[in-house]
């Protein structure tokens, strides 16, 4: 059977890997800032790992303390690369403090024979403590593209509930649990949940940053360029998701959009102009219903997702975003022009076909042009048969020809 010893090189050694893969990943990646963070915990593991195992090598009690010490750092660490992860700036100053305060109660008052039992205690509540925060800051990342940080959320939640479960044993159980005589056991487990919480941590923060990446890619493929607004992929995510969310109270209404006579504004004042007013619409139209709700989907044309109460409420929130466009002035130079949009509206109801919903309202916004345009049609409500892919092209030349 192998000795305290071994087991603990062992461990100390595993770690030492870890940390040269994370290296030289981060090397390999262009060592971005952030990733500096993320491999923290597992370069302070390392001397941490040492002075644990050889604490001769610094006289008296120092080594064994500073061990200690470096292991809460560890901890700590990991909490900062959780919060980096997340986008949010690192706190050192706030990790460090804790970790000092329980060094220089090991160092004072714990250090009497009297109440040596309770040296661990401390350790032990802010190892739970920075799981804790940890648990916290990848909860908040969690949604559907980022899986990695729902798991790593579960992993500092597991292990900071066991810290907490055994903070009242470690005044009798074995060291490193506890003030008791060390046996293999006892350090055996204690490596092998480091090792096991270093490693998890290493792999799912890795594949996080890939998500990330991918999730932020996604993202700019999902944007217009020119409006800063979804374009038609975000707009068809959104219809789906709508057809899986279970209805809340209220109304949703998808509405299709049109800046009048386009073409003229474009052949009379220029291209440059023309893009001068489509940014205009999608900017009231993003203040009128929400970033997220206003999607371009063709050259002057955007499509919108609108919920409200009641059908009245929405169609009035559709008229308060033509009237707000219809008072806007576009200048350019010396060019002053007002333009004006039209506006079909059809309402989403549980279990409707979203694609033919979607023609409704470009129907709905085709009467509106034959009305004499500047105006907001709300559909007739009713199922329709007619449920094929939307024709985006196809309906953007009805609309010209109006």
């Known amino acids: ?3 305290i010893t071994t087991i603990a090189a062992c461990s100390t050694a595993l770690g030492a890997i870890m940390c040269i893969a994370i290296l030289l990943s981060w090397f390999k990646d262009g060592r971005p800032t952030q990733r500096r963070w993320q491999f923290a915990p597992f370069g302070i593991a390392v001397p941490a790992g040492i002075l644990l195992t050889y604490p001769e090598i610094l006289p008296g009690p120092l080594g064994l303390r500073l061990g200690w010490f470096a292991l809460t750092v560890v901890y700590g660490s990991a ?10 700036r690192p706190r050192p100053l706030l990790m460090l403090l804790p970790c000092v305060a329980v060094l220089l109660f090991s160092a004072t008052i714990g250090a009497d024979d009297a109440i040596s039992e309770l040296r661990m205690l401390p350790r032990v509540l ?16 969690r949604q559907p593209q980022l899986q990695s940080a729902t798991t790593l959320y579960w992993i500092f939640a597991v292990f900071c509930v066991f810290e907490l479960l055994r903070a009242p044993f470690s005044l009798s159980l074995p060291a490193p649990f506890g003030p008791k005589e060390t046996q293999v056991w006892s350090i055996a487990l204690f490596n092998f949940l480091i090792v096991l919480q270093g490693l998890l941590l290493g792999v799912f923060l890795t594949a996080l940053g890939r998500e990330q990446l991918a999730a ?6 999902s944007i ?9 992929r975000a707009l068809d995510d959104r219809m789906e998701a709508l057809a899986r969310t279970p209805r809340a109270e ?8 049109d800046i009048d006579h386009f073409k003229a504004i474009n052949d009379g004042l220029g291209h440059g102009f023309g893009d001068m ?5 999608a900017m009231v139209a993003r203040e009128t219903l929400g970033a997220g709700n206003v999607f371009r989907v063709g050259g002057e044309e955007f499509a919108a997702i609108i919920q409200a109460r009641t059908p009245e409420a929405i169609m009035a929130r559709a008229e308060a975003m033509r009237i707000a466009f ?12 007002r333009c004006t949009i039209s506006v079909g509206v059809a309402m989403l109801e549980p279990g409707d076909d979203h694609a033919a919903r979607f023609t409704d309202a470009d129907e709905a916004l085709y009467a509106a042009k034959r009305l004499g345009r500047n105006q907001t049609v709300m559909a007739e409500p009713g199922e329709r048969k007619d449920t094929a892919p939307i024709d985006f092209r196809a309906a953007a030349g009805r609309r010209a020809s109006a």
């Open 277 to 281: 007013v489509i940014v205009g619409a």
């Open 79 to 88: 909490w900062l690369a959780a919060r980096v992860t997340g986008g949010r």
């Open 216 to 221: 932020q890619h996604y993202r700019l493929a």
């Open 326 to 337: 219809e008072a806007r002035s576009h200048v350019s130079g010396g060019e002053t022009r």
């Open 126 to 141: 802010l190892f739970a403590l920075f799981d804790g925060l940890a648990a916290r800051e990848f909860m908040r990342m």
């Open 1 to 3: 059977m192998p000795d």
């Open 250 to 257: 209220g109304s949703t209404a998808v509405a299709v959009l």
């Open 224 to 232: 217009d360029p020119l409006t800063g607004i979804g374009n038609r």
